[in-house]
Each structure stands twice: as C-alpha cells, then as structure tokens.
C-alpha cells in the first residue's frame, strides 16, 4: 500500500523479531531503525510480547501507527469474505488462477466443513478455511499437511477429505502439546471477554501460538478459541467453530 501512494520512496519491512536470538534486546533494533532517514517508511511485525508486554512503549519515529491484525472471520455468511481470501492466498502461492476455488467456496454444503467431510478435492482445500479458525499461517500449514499425505499415499496432487482430517489431527496435537496446566479454566473464562482478566505471561502464549484469537464482535475486540482448540476441550460438543 505504501509502494502503491509513494512509488519513489523506499519501504523496509521487518519481520520475525520473536526468533531473535536469546540476549539481544528488541530496543537494540528499534534504536537502529530509528536512525534510517525519514525518506524510508518502516513496517514492522511487531511480536505479541511487545504488545502487551509492561515496558515503555518504544516510539520508532514520529507519526507511527500500530495496526492489528486480527484472525478473519471463516464461519457462515459472515465468514465468506475470509473463506475466500485465504483460498486465493493458497491459489497465489500456488501460480493458479485466484477463482480456482470459487466454485467450491460458493456451495453451502461443502462449507459446512466441521460438520461433514467435503466432497471433492477443492472443496477439500476450501474446508482447510475453516479449520484455520481465520488464521493464514495454520490455513497454509493445513493444506501443506493435506498434501502431503495426498502426495505419499497415492502420489495424488489434491488432497482428499480424509488427508485434510488427518493434517486437522496433526495441528490438533501441535495445540494438545502447547496447552498446560490451568489453561482449560482460564480460556473458559475469557472466552467472548477481552482478555484483561488473564494473567500476562498466560494471555501472551496463548495468543502467540493461537489458541485464543482476537476478534472484533459488535465493535468490541473478544478473544475466542480455535475451533480445534474447542474440539480439545469439549470433543464431545465442539462440532463448530
């Protein structure tokens, strides 16, 4: 956006500052970006310990802005816009035409994707949508499993139902493994709640690994659980997200 309003000016984009190695201080990195010329504009990714962590906010120059970016919306009619963006990232990454999946986005009985396995190979792409809960990391990591298996079980390009169930089972595991002791009655309790409740070093995990995710529901930022995470602690009743 900022190439397309100032094509002449330069643009740094700055991402990963959570992989930093152990020692190096982040205002280190601040500081030094502070000191480009204000003829380059900065984006930066910025990590969920820095917002929210207790420090002083760390002003890079004057004039910035701080964006978030929340998890789409990927359930029901609300959900179509986020259904479709996230199939046209995959159909992007892929050098495919970015409607190669409308057809399966558009059929109601294929959306449906926690409630009943989907029925052909896109539609089967498109159900990852929903299984992401929103977010475009798991989305890709979801499809990338699915064909996987697709690709070692029957040397197949497309992913069947039963490969994405089985790339849903893996993520599944993936958040079994980062849930710890205390974790269910505290996403119980600020489940639909902003938050403020949860204990920072808890509330920071578990938002940076996607277990909770931060929605805005009639104007007002919520943190909801991942519909696998929900199938987790209630695999009785958790059909949907």
């Known amino acids: 956006e900022l190439s397309r309003v100032a094509p002449r000016r330069v643009v740094v984009l700055l991402d990963g500052l959570e992989k930093l190695p152990e020692g190096t201080s982040t205002s280190e990195v601040f500081d030094a970006l502070g000191m480009l010329s204000d003829d380059i504009d900065l984006v930066v990714v910025l990590p969920w310990t820095l917002a ?137 309790s600020v489940e639909g709640k902003d938050g403020r409740e949860l204990e920072l070093e808890r509330k920071i995990r578990l938002l940076a690994h996607g277990v909770l995710l931060e929605r805005v529901r009639g104007g007002t930022p919520v943190l909801t659980v991942h519909p696998l995470v929900a199938r987790l602690l209630n695999p009785q009743g958790a059909s949907r997200a």
């Open 52 to 188: 929210f962590g207790s420090g002083p906010d760390t002003i890079l120059r004057a004039g910035e802005h701080i964006v978030t970016l929340r998890a789409l919306e990927v359930e029901g009619d609300e959900g179509a816009p986020g259904r479709t963006f996230l199939c046209e990232l995959l159909a992007r990454r892929l050098g495919l035409p970015v409607d190669v999946f409308a057809a399966s986005l558009t059929r109601e009985d294929e959306l449906s994707a926690l409630q009943r396995p989907p029925v052909s190979p896109q539609a089967s792409v498109a159900s990852a949508a929903v299984y992401s809960g929103g977010v475009p990391r798991t989305f890709l990591q979801l499809v990338a499993d699915a064909g996987t298996y697709a690709r070692m079980r029957r040397k197949d390009p497309w992913p069947t139902a039963s490969d994405v169930l089985d790339a849903v089972a893996d993520q599944e595991d993936s958040f079994r493994r980062i849930l710890r002791r205390g974790d269910n009655d505290a996403i119980h």
